[in-house]
């Protein structure tokens, strides 16, 4: 390759690196809500009776290399939380999901406007290595952070 057309390479990655379109979202805030009627059976609103603070910090947790004072508000509103046991999961009488409205809103960017409805499901989750998913029930602790693990990331991905 000549040294010329090396350097136009060098020159179009670097104006590539710098474009836009790989520029990180800013968070200004987080804010999660539930009404606590999403919760469809008494046995989850027990266990999960802690889902907006939980999910809120794990989100915080996922932005805080990208605060700053002009960035967007995301806001979720969950809406359904439904959860099965692993035995009713395989026996397909019930799927566990977690279904919320994503609200990303700006102040002083224009573009940065996005509404959309997020569903995820436990069978989309990777547990942590060694889990048994034979004794996992809906009150394990693992269950429950595979399921506002999972939701965080999904929120944070679609960020860019």
Aim: charged share 20%; proline share 2%.
């Amino acid at each position: 390759m000549s040294r010329y057309r090396f350097a136009a390479l060098l020159s179009a990655l670097a104006l590539g690196a710098a474009s836009p379109a790989l520029a990180v979202t800013e968070v200004k805030e987080v804010e999660v809500s539930i009404d606590l009627d999403a919760i469809n059976n008494p046995q989850a609103a027990t266990v999960w009776g802690n889902i907006a603070s939980d999910l809120q910090m794990a989100i915080i947790g996922r932005v805080t290399d990208r605060v700053d004072e002009d960035g967007v508000k995301i806001s979720v509103d969950i809406n359904e939380v439904e959860l099965a046991n692993s035995f009713q999961s395989a026996m397909g009488i019930a799927d566990s999901r977690l279904v919320g409205r994503v609200n990303i809103s700006s102040e002083t960017d224009n573009s940065k406007f996005s509404t959309y409805d997020l569903e995820v499901t436990f069978d989309q989750a990777y547990l942590p290595v060694g889990s048994d998913v034979t004794v996992l029930t809906i009150e394990s602790p693992v269950y429950y952070a595979t399921m506002i693990e999972l939701f965080a990331d999904r929120v944070v991905e679609k960020l860019d």
